[in-house]
């Protein structure tokens, strides 16, 4: 039985429309005057924490605390301002996927599992009402090795069901391989939909337990067999 579904964000529950990219890359430019600084950058399936420490390396910035602190106050500004400029929208399937979860006879915790540090995917779901369905989670601001918030998000979990859980009841949903990996590290089942940067034949070598287009595609009582 599933006691504890774990899903990423970007790319799995919604498409902002590259407003946490175009945010970083303000940012970049605004705070530490570098322009297109998110062009040698990857995103997909990264904590945040790592994509800003990649950036300090390449620009010979210095990656300590103040600088952090800097970026993200900076970050969680222009976050919140570019979503309400830029068309994004929640995925196909998810608000029932969620609700088919929680209308079960026992419901699992329903948390996150995500790169966003807690303040931007906070930002993120709250724009697009998707926050309150969430009880528990872990974040890039808990780890930035997405194996080991994958660990933090498993004891969190536990701790909020009061119960240790094995890896076989957990589910991961996410959208990149990226997001298969951290399930793996925790022995969790993963469900991959192609509705992120990764295209179906992309995915499938990377053999999650379930790989769909999306989440209208899968049903819950699929997944707790």
Same mark, same amino acid.
């Given at each position: ?8 964000i ?23 005057n ?43 500004? =222009? %976050?919140?301002?570019? /979503?309400?400029?830029?068309?994004g929208? $929640?995925?196909?399937?998810? @608000?029932?996927? *969620? ?27 709250n ?32 701790? =909020? %069901?009061?119960?240790? /859980? ?5 589910? $991961?949903?996410?959208?990149? @391989?990226?997001? *298969? ?32 287009e ?12």
């Open positions: 039985m599933i006691r504890l579904v774990l899903f990423d970007d790319g799995t529950l919604i498409r902002s429309g590259g407003a946490g990219e175009k945010a970083f890359a303000r940012v970049f430019e605004t705070e530490f570098v322009p297109n600084g998110t062009a040698r950058l990857p995103f997909a399936g990264r904590t945040d924490p790592s994509i800003v420490r990649d950036f300090f390396r390449q620009h010979h910035i210095e990656p300590g605390r103040e600088n952090f602190r800097r970026f993200f106050d900076s970050y969680a500004f =222009w %976050l919140d301002h570019l /979503l309400g400029q830029i068309a929208r $929640v995925l196909p399937g998810v @608000p029932e996927m *969620i609700r088919d979860w929680q209308a079960l006879p026992r419901p699992p915790a329903i948390g996150l599992l995500t790169g966003n540090i807690r303040l931007g995917a906070q930002i993120k779901l724009y697009y009402r998707l926050w309150h369905l969430f009880q528990t989670g872990a974040f890039g601001d808990d780890h930035e090795d997405r194996s080991q918030i994958a660990a933090i998000a498993r004891e969190r979990g536990s701790h =909020w %069901l009061n119960e240790k /859980l094995r890896g076989d009841q957990i589910l $991961v949903i996410g959208d990149t @391989p990226l997001d *298969i990996v951290c399930a793996r590290a925790i022995d969790a089942k993963v469900l991959v939909a192609a509705t992120g940067n990764y295209r179906l034949e992309e995915l499938k070598p990377h053999q999650p337990d379930w790989l769909v999306n989440l209208e595609q899968v049903a819950v009582k699929e997944l707790c067999r």
